[in-house]
């Protein structure tokens, strides 16, 4: 219950504006329409124990407190940041007593990854016996940051970045609660952007420019100085990383240019270390390039140089410059092939020994063993190729490498089969 002193004192735009009801939550359609999963809940009567996963500013704890409502349960909100085992040992009792007298509670934990390993195994026997309904929230991937056994006992509920139609749907409450934002169309599209789907977020500014005069309306330069630009959402060591480096590396392969380029620039932007970039870039030039050109991976090399000489911003450019040579490389996986077939050949093969002909025989005992007898001097031989084996007694000769038929390695398909031959006329002979 609020005091007379609480309901006097001023509330935030965003909390004033905060849904009453899930019909008014935006942009989470597929989890609260009456075919989605928590629409299905509520029409069966009975919630059970979830994790909302999504962004910030997407409207995990509203769900959560409304939730409670629709279902006549308890609220009871903790944060992982804030809140100790003393604090779960509270809330457990009270909610045993509760439900002893025929209510039951849904704790709401706010970035229930912060808490440890052991902590989260506290939760299960309340759990599992329902004295609470667990809605955890989390602005990370569940499948890292929470145990399996916890995960086994909650359904996983992914919420949406709010797109642009349902942060437009916010500025206009906003509007019918202090008026008309004052902005041009472009400013105002400008604005959505800026709050890169973070619904608290673009109430917050738009609650700053409350004060500005309503002429003239405020374009993008203006507007951008008036407010803070939003950081995008990133961090370099949890998923976002893992999922812009998959991007990039996958819109390379795709040989999608500009879409590498974006989403390198996305990476730069929320502040990946660049040398990460420039060893990921390598890695694909010998991965998804290889010897279709021969030049990507010095290209790489000298990206990963340069930046290293010049340091941020400028060695920037020279990654820039080597996404957009990848990008527009001819493709071939051909030596990743290669040497995954190598190595489960030799797992296959065991401990075969190379064969004595190719031995060097430094020893009057292993000339005696007949090391390096009958090895032919490739260089003597007619066209510098003897078509001698090299593989070990015992094994067949075996295809590790096809080449593909772009770029450079169109060549080495043309010089392989000509050793082929050659190999296949000597045999005969």
């Known amino acids: ?54 962004p910030p500013g997407s409207g995990k704890t509203t769900i959560a407190r409304l939730l409670a409502e629709r279902t006549d349960l308890h609220f009871e909100p903790l944060s992982a940041v804030f809140s100790g085992v003393a604090d779960l040992r509270r809330v457990f009792d ?9 209510r039951g509670t849904l704790l709401f934990i706010d970035e229930i990854h912060r808490f440890n390993r052991a902590q989260q195994d506290g939760f299960l026997p309340y759990v599992e016996d329902g004295t ?22 909650c359904q996983v509920l992914v919420l949406n970045r709010l797109d642009d139609r349902a942060l437009e749907v916010l500025v206009e409450r906003a509007e019918a609660e202090q008026g008309r934002v004052p902005l041009d169309d472009d400013a105002r599209i400008a604005l959505r952007a800026m709050a890169d789907g973070d619904g608290r977020y673009i109430l917050n500014m ?11 309306p405020l374009d993008t330069a203006a507007l951008a100085a008036a407010v803070q630009r939003r950081v995008p959402v990133y961090d370099k060591h949890q998923e976002s990383h893992y999922n812009l480096i998959s991007a990039l590396h996958k819109s390379l392969r795709g ?29 694909f030039a010998t991965e998804d390039v290889g010897l279709a050109d021969p030049q990507a991976l010095p290209q790489a090399v000298a990206a990963w140089e340069a930046y290293e000489r010049l340091g941020s911003p400028e060695g ?18 051909s030596a990743y092939k290669a040497e ?38 490739d260089h003597n031989a007619p066209e510098g190729f003897s078509g001698q084996t090299y593989f070990p007694d015992g094994m067949p000769r075996t295809r590790l490498y096809t080449p593909g038929d772009r770029g450079f390695e169109r060549e080495i398909a043309k010089r392989l089969a000509y050793w082929e031959g050659l190999r296949a006329k000597r045999g005969e002979g």
């Open 132 to 153: 609470v309904t667990l809605v955890g929230a989390t602005t990370e991937n569940p499948s890292f940051e929470l145990n399996a056994a916890l995960l086994s006992r």
């Open 1 to 54: 219950m609020s005091t007379l002193f609480e309901a006097q004192a001023p509330r935030p735009l965003a909390d004033r504006l905060r849904p009453a009801s899930l019909d008014q939550v935006v942009g989470q359609d597929h989890l609260l329409a009456d075919d989605g999963p928590i629409g299905r809940m509520i029409a069966a009567g009975r919630l059970s124990s979830v994790v909302l996963w999504g």
């Open 94 to 102: 009270a909610a045993r007593k509760r439900r002893e007298a025929g």
């Open 255 to 283: 040989s999608d240019t500009d879409a590498a380029l974006y989403w390198l620039a996305r990476m730069l932007a929320g502040g990946e270390d660049p040398r990460y970039i420039a060893r990921r870039l390598t890695r």
């Open 206 to 216: 738009i609650e700053a420019l409350a004060d500005l005069p309503a002429e003239p």
């Open 316 to 333: 920037e450019l020279a990654l820039v410059q080597l996404v957009i040579y990848l990008g527009t490389a001819p493709k071939s996986n």
């Open 340 to 377: 995954h077939a190598a190595l489960r050949a030799a797992r296959e093969t065991g401990s075969l020994a190379p064969p004595k002909h190719i031995l060097n025989a430094p020893t009057r005992l292993m000339k005696d063993l007949d090391y390096g007898k009958g090895y032919e001097y």
